[in-house]
């Protein structure tokens, strides 16, 4: 029974989550058992974690030392990032369950001859399905009867556009889905006519559930932050022991009491391990994740928001993320003149522009008017204005919408009235409307026409040209179109008729001697913002690749406009992804920035094979198609207005205004969140390496000087519980002001850094080597000035060696404070920025010292835990005098590195 749970758990025998739980209740479980137990299991795996084995350590050396407050605080820590680990790992695991909820229950199928309505999880191969207007596809069909069909397959293949479907064969290889015009997709929506076809996909077997099984294989990666952590533990928790052996042997060969060399190797164990930094970490990402979320970025995994400040690729879409998602008018051609239109998206604002200057449309000639007319009256779309946020939105499609705005920005707002319309057909190609006209032909009504260029220019006899009917010139009216259309613009012609008033319905035959207006050129045009952040990209060495189903003309056009790719840049297509092997995917990925008409499972393997190039991904999505690829990049990026519950429950980041130039703040946030957790490092780890050197250090001179041989009445310069304090002190009142540091500049300037760089090279052990030295040199010159005395005499002095101790403590605190100061920046010296500029440092200064001076003056020494003695007063400028130096250590330190460093250079 546990092996059948075991693999049904993993996943081994592919079974869905249906068939598991029915599996496990043959077997005596029921459903609640088996989520009892599957969150049992998920729980205490939030304790395989090396960072909490050092927590955990910590915890059981305090409880050693009887100090059980500290071990209920160090414990209180494991907890929470137990419990935050174990939230956010639930969610993800979301995702499996929203893609079943995407299935759809019920169908109508045809069986026996007879309609019968079954539950779709019945459905099998050669079952006959009827679809109607409205309805979910249950299953991949082929369709054999199509009436006027089409299908919103959005969250299959991300097109926005719905699809029109056919029953005739297509006998070309390698077809992405939305090529695939005689199937149906499972998961998708009917949006128009009725459609019957052959089940020939269920279950996983369908396009949908092949992205589910890809994402039960795909493993969520480990962060680069995390994989660093790991390692950096690792080294920690091996450095800390071997170090506490190494004192514990030493004590027993200088011939120490037992009880002095393992009190000795605990402090030392207590001074090396850094209780707080776990928690610090993780409060550092937490403000990112505040802060980008500001910045309209929801981070849904808190490592997540350390890992984009190392991407070096960016795998985005195209519609919705690069581009506004709003058809926008960009080109009018109207009697033999080229307009440019201003502004993008559905605000009704903008300007015409002809021969690189503003003119105003009412002063034109009169095709203009009438080629925006034409677009404005035959059309469905309507443009309203949103009342509870800003800007505009269009009822109906967007291409009749971008033909109001257009027209609109001219100031053509009043409508005629329509007395008949023949409505768009896909087979026809076009749309008629028939209007009551007003004004000075009042006898007359007209008839305006739009559609494709080739089927208006069919209809027409005649064009307009500068207010006069001029006969036809359709060849120099295609070249435009084909112009426009090599420009990736969707083009529409418009054209117009007189008749009579007495003319009240509108037949196919009054299509005839038509008179040409014009020809309007649309696309959905980059954001403003997305080509500012696509040259941030570069500036910060982050290279920009688009992945979309859109067509390779649009998509390639869109790139040129953002910069994405450079003049004659190849675009490789669904067709040669799905012939390429992984290895010659390999070899192009490094060079192919633009993808066009991409299937689900290539863009995964885009992502796969950027990782095998050792890149760290952030890709974006928004269908229940990206849910793998989302997955499997280091972050993924679900959009969160046109974003699918599978996408984002797959995603680690979550952009609420689906806008490519959010993911390059949270970029910069993600860059500043990793210095700050650098800083908080090679703050902390210097401190504790400061007080296992003065440990140590008073061990190996424990023969030589009698101040720290317990044989002859010494003792150690501090005591593990004043460590102790010092460390949970420093991480709370010191290390954890470090994380409110404000941006460094040029943080967008500079390269990303190497993923797999170490947190402990060789300037950070450079670094934690000087200040640990210069510390445990001032702990020590303290003790030994002070403590001297209180054993050169017959008797010891134990009042006098208490007040050295205390010296020699609150010395290491202000060793502590005056690297603080310039421990705000790695690599620029503390005189470049205000001390004032975060509050913060200053205010933990504050604290620390307050908190110093009331353990030394105020606490009685019957009841003081941390066993000080007041100080006198004289004894502070010599403490403060050896505390200094650090500060002007490190700067010198700074400076000279950055001299070596312009040298290489």
Same mark, same amino acid.
């Given at each position: 029974?546990?092996?059948?749970?075991?693999?049904?758990?993993?996943?081994?025998?592919?079974?869905?989550?249906?068939?598991?739980?029915?599996?496990?209740?043959?077997?005596?479980?029921?459903?609640?058992?088996?989520?009892?137990?599957?969150?049992?299991?998920?729980? =205490?795996?939030?304790?395989?974690?090396?960072?909490?084995?050092?927590?955990?350590?910590?915890?059981?050396?305090?409880?050693?030392?009887?100090?059980?407050?500290?071990?209920?605080?160090?414990?209180?820590?494991?907890?929470?990032?137990?419990?935050?680990?174990?939230?956010?790992?639930?969610?993800?695991?979301?995702?499996?369950?929203?893609?079943?909820?995407?299935?759809?229950?019920?169908?109508?199928?045809?069986?026996?001859?007879?309609?019968?309505?079954?539950?779709?999880?019945?459905?099998?191969?050669?079952?006959?399905?009827?679809?109607?207007?409205?309805?979910?596809?249950?299953?991949?069909?082929?369709?054999?009867?199509?009436?006027?069909?089409?299908?919103?397959?959005?969250?299959?293949?991300?097109?926005?556009? &719905?699809?029109?479907?056919?029953?005739?064969?297509?006998?070309? $290889?390698?077809?992405?889905?939305?090529?695939?015009?005689?199937?149906?997709?499972?998961?998708?929506?009917?949006?128009?006519?009725?459609?019957?076809?052959?089940?020939?996909?269920?279950?996983?077997?369908?396009?949908?559930?092949?992205?589910?099984? =890809?994402?039960?294989?795909?493993?969520?990666?480990?962060?680069? =932050?995390?994989?660093?952590?790991?390692?950096?533990?690792?080294?920690?928790?091996?450095?800390?022991?071997?170090?506490?052996?190494?004192?514990?042997?030493?004590?027993?060969?200088?011939?120490?009491?037992?009880?002095?060399?393992?009190?000795?190797?605990?402090?030392?164990?207590?001074?090396?391990?850094?209780?707080?930094?776990?928690?610090?970490?993780?409060?550092?990402?937490?403000?990112? !994740?505040?802060?980008?979320?500001?910045?309209?970025?929801?981070?849904?995994?808190?490592?997540?928001?350390?890992?984009?400040?190392?991407?070096?690729?960016?795998?985005?879409?195209?519609?919705?993320?690069?581009?506004?998602?709003?058809?926008?008018?960009?080109?009018?051609?109207?009697?033999?003149?080229?307009?440019?239109?201003?502004?993008?998206?559905?605000?009704?604002?903008?300007?015409?522009?002809?021969?690189?200057?503003?003119?105003? $449309?009412?002063?034109?000639?009169?095709?203009?008017?009438?080629?925006?007319?034409?677009?404005? +009256?035959?059309?469905?779309?309507?443009?309203?204005?949103?009342?509870?946020?800003?800007?505009?939105? #269009?009822?109906?499609?967007?291409?009749?919408?971008?033909?109001?705005?257009?027209?609109?920005?001219?100031?053509?707002?009043?409508?005629?009235?329509?007395?008949?319309?023949?409505?768009?057909?896909?087979?026809?190609?076009?749309?008629?409307?028939?209007?009551?006209?007003?004004?000075?032909?009042?006898?007359?009504?007209?008839?305006? !026409?739009?559609?494709?260029?080739?089927?208006? +220019?069919?209809?027409?006899?005649?064009?307009?040209?500068?207010?006069?009917?001029?006969?036809?010139?359709?060849?120099?009216?295609?070249?435009?179109?084909?112009?426009?259309?090599?420009?990736?613009?969707?083009?529409?012609?418009?054209?117009?008729?007189?008749?009579?008033?007495?003319?009240?319905?509108?037949?196919?035959?009054?299509?005839?001697?038509?008179?040409?207006?014009?020809?309007?050129?649309?696309?959905?045009?980059?954001?403003?913002?997305?080509?500012?952040?696509?040259?941030?990209?570069?500036?910060?060495?982050?290279?920009?690749?688009? !992945?979309?189903?859109?067509?390779?003309?649009?998509?390639?056009?869109?790139?040129?406009?953002?910069?994405?790719?450079?003049?004659?840049?190849?675009? +490789?297509?669904?067709?040669?992804?799905?012939?390429?092997?992984?290895?010659?995917?390999?070899?192009?990925?490094?060079?192919?920035?633009?993808?066009?008409?991409? &299937?689900?499972?290539?863009?995964?393997?885009?992502?796969?094979?950027?990782?095998?190039?050792?890149?760290?991904?952030?890709?974006?999505?928004?269908?229940?198609?990206?849910?793998?690829?989302?997955?499997?990049?280091? #972050?993924?990026?679900?959009?969160?207005?046109?974003?699918?519950?599978?996408?984002?429950?797959?995603?680690?980041?979550?952009?609420?205004?689906?806008?490519?130039?959010?993911?390059?703040?949270?970029?910069?946030?993600?860059?500043?969140?990793?210095?700050?957790?650098?800083?908080?490092?090679?703050?902390?780890?210097?401190?504790?390496?400061?007080?296992? *050197? +003065?440990?140590?250090?008073?061990?190996?001179?424990?023969? @030589?000087?009698?101040?720290?041989?317990?044989?002859?009445?010494?003792?150690?310069?501090?005591?593990?519980?004043?460590?102790?304090?010092?460390?949970?002190?420093?991480?709370?009142?010191?290390?954890?002001?470090? #994380?409110?540091?404000?941006?460094?500049?040029?943080? *967008?300037?500079?390269?990303?850094?190497?993923?797999?760089?170490?947190?402990?090279?060789?300037?950070?052990?450079?670094?934690?080597?000087?200040?640990?030295?210069?510390?445990?040199?001032?702990?020590?010159?303290?003790?030994?000035?002070?403590?001297?005395?209180?054993?050169?005499?017959?008797?010891?002095?134990?009042?006098?060696?208490?007040?050295?101790?205390?010296?020699?403590?609150?010395?290491?605190?202000?060793?502590?404070?005056?690297?603080?100061?310039?421990?705000?920046?790695?690599?620029?010296?503390?005189?470049?920025?205000?001390?004032?500029?975060?509050?913060?440092?200053?205010?933990?200064?504050?604290?620390?010292?307050?908190?110093?001076?009331?353990?030394?003056?105020?606490?009685?020494?019957?009841?003081?835990?941390?066993?000080?003695?007041?100080?006198?007063?004289?004894?502070?400028?010599?403490?403060?005098?050896?505390?200094?130096?650090?500060?002007?250590?490190?700067? @010198?330190?700074?400076?000279?590195?950055?001299?070596?460093?312009?040298?290489?250079?």
């Amino acid at each position: 029974m546990e092996q059948v749970f075991d693999a049904l758990e993993s996943g081994n025998e592919g079974l869905s989550t249906r068939e598991a739980k029915a599996r496990l209740e043959s077997y005596g479980y029921n459903e609640l058992k088996f989520k009892k137990r599957s969150t049992l299991i998920r729980f =205490l795996m939030q304790f395989h974690s090396s960072l909490i084995y050092v927590l955990l350590a910590s915890a059981l050396i305090t409880a050693f030392l009887d100090m059980w407050m500290d071990t209920a605080v160090i414990l209180a820590v494991v907890f929470a990032n137990t419990i935050i680990g174990f939230i956010q790992e639930g969610k993800a695991e979301a995702s499996v369950e929203a893609l079943e909820r995407v299935m759809t229950p019920e169908c109508t199928v045809l069986r026996d001859g007879e309609k019968q309505v079954i539950p779709t999880r019945e459905l099998v191969p050669g079952d006959v399905v009827l679809l109607e207007e409205g309805d979910k596809v249950p299953a991949d069909l082929r369709l054999f009867y199509a009436k006027n069909v089409s299908a919103d397959e959005a969250t299959l293949t991300g097109e926005s556009v &719905a699809v029109r479907k056919k029953i005739e064969a297509i006998s070309k $290889p390698d077809l992405s889905l939305a090529d695939q015009c005689c199937m149906a997709f499972s998961g998708t929506f009917i949006t128009r006519g009725s459609a019957q076809g052959i089940v020939v996909g269920t279950g996983e077997h369908t396009e949908i559930g092949k992205i589910a099984k =890809l994402m039960k294989e795909t493993r969520k990666i480990s962060t680069p =932050l995390m994989r660093k952590l790991a390692d950096f533990t690792r080294f920690l928790v091996f450095a800390t022991l071997s170090i506490a052996a190494l004192n514990f042997i030493l004590a027993v060969i200088f011939e120490f009491p037992l009880e002095y060399s393992f009190l000795a190797s605990v402090s030392l164990a207590v001074a090396a391990i850094p209780e707080g930094l776990p928690a610090i970490v993780t409060i550092t990402l937490a403000f990112g !994740v505040t802060e980008m979320a500001r910045k309209d970025a929801l981070i849904r995994r808190l490592p997540a928001a350390e890992t984009l400040g190392c991407t070096t690729v960016i795998c985005t879409d195209k519609t919705g993320t690069l581009t506004k998602n709003q058809m926008t008018v960009s080109r009018i051609y109207c009697g033999g003149k080229e307009y440019e239109v201003s502004g993008a998206g559905y605000e009704p604002s903008g300007e015409f522009i002809r021969d690189n200057r503003v003119v105003a $449309p009412e002063r034109e000639s009169e095709e203009l008017i009438e080629t925006l007319k034409a677009g404005y +009256l035959c059309n469905n779309a309507s443009l309203v204005e949103n009342k509870d946020e800003e800007g505009y939105s #269009i009822v109906g499609d967007p291409t009749e919408g971008a033909l109001v705005v257009s027209a609109s920005k001219a100031g053509i707002t009043e409508h005629l009235p329509r007395l008949d319309e023949i409505p768009f057909v896909a087979e026809q190609q076009y749309m008629a409307t028939l209007h009551l006209h007003k004004g000075v032909n009042a006898d007359e009504n007209v008839i305006y !026409v739009k559609g494709s260029p080739e089927k208006i +220019l069919e209809m027409c006899q005649y064009q307009l040209v500068n207010g006069i009917i001029k006969p036809l010139r359709s060849e120099e009216v295609t070249a435009e179109a084909d112009k426009m259309a090599e420009d990736a613009l969707r083009v529409l012609g418009v054209a117009y008729k007189r008749v009579s008033s007495d003319k009240k319905a509108l037949n196919p035959e009054d299509l005839e001697g038509l008179t040409f207006l014009g020809l309007q050129g649309m696309m959905d045009p980059p954001r403003e913002e997305a080509m500012e952040a696509v040259q941030k990209c570069k500036r910060a060495g982050i290279r920009v690749v688009m !992945v979309t189903g859109d067509h390779a003309r649009t998509a390639n056009a869109i790139a040129r406009q953002l910069g994405i790719s450079e003049g004659e840049d190849r675009v +490789l297509t669904g067709e040669e992804l799905s012939r390429m092997s992984d290895d010659e995917l390999y070899d192009v990925v490094e060079t192919a920035s633009v993808y066009a008409r991409a &299937a689900p499972e290539h863009k995964f393997r885009i992502i796969n094979q950027l990782r095998r190039r050792g890149h760290i991904i952030a890709a974006t999505g928004d269908g229940v198609n990206d849910a793998p690829a989302l997955k499997a990049a280091d #972050i993924g990026v679900a959009m969160g207005i046109t974003g699918t519950e599978v996408s984002k429950e797959a995603a680690d980041m979550i952009l609420t205004d689906d806008n490519f130039a959010s993911i390059v703040s949270a970029v910069e946030e993600g860059r500043h969140v990793f210095d700050n957790i650098k800083k908080v490092i090679l703050y902390t780890l210097p401190t504790n390496g400061g007080q296992t *050197l +003065l440990v140590l250090g008073a061990i190996l001179l424990a023969p @030589f000087i009698f101040l720290f041989n317990p044989l002859r009445g010494g003792c150690l310069p501090i005591e593990p519980v004043q460590i102790l304090y010092i460390n949970l002190l420093d991480a709370v009142a010191l290390a954890l002001t470090l #994380i409110r540091e404000p941006k460094e500049k040029g943080l *967008l300037d500079r390269p990303p850094r190497n993923p797999k760089e170490r947190i402990t090279d060789s300037p950070f052990f450079k670094k934690v080597g000087l200040v640990s030295v210069v510390m445990a040199l001032a702990g020590f010159m303290i003790f030994y000035y002070f403590g001297e005395p209180a054993i050169s005499g017959s008797v010891v002095d134990e009042e006098l060696l208490m007040r050295a101790r205390t010296a020699a403590f609150t010395t290491v605190m202000l060793v502590h404070i005056s690297y603080i100061f310039t421990a705000r920046s790695i690599t620029e010296s503390a005189f470049t920025f205000s001390p004032f500029s975060n509050k913060w440092v200053l205010i933990g200064v504050a604290v620390t010292l307050a908190l110093q001076l009331t353990i030394i003056y105020a606490l009685p020494s019957g009841v003081n835990p941390l066993r000080t003695a007041p100080l006198p007063a004289e004894w502070w400028i010599p403490m403060i005098l050896v505390s200094l130096p650090m500060f002007f250590i490190i700067e @010198f330190e700074k400076f000279l590195t950055k001299r070596l460093m312009n040298k290489e250079k």
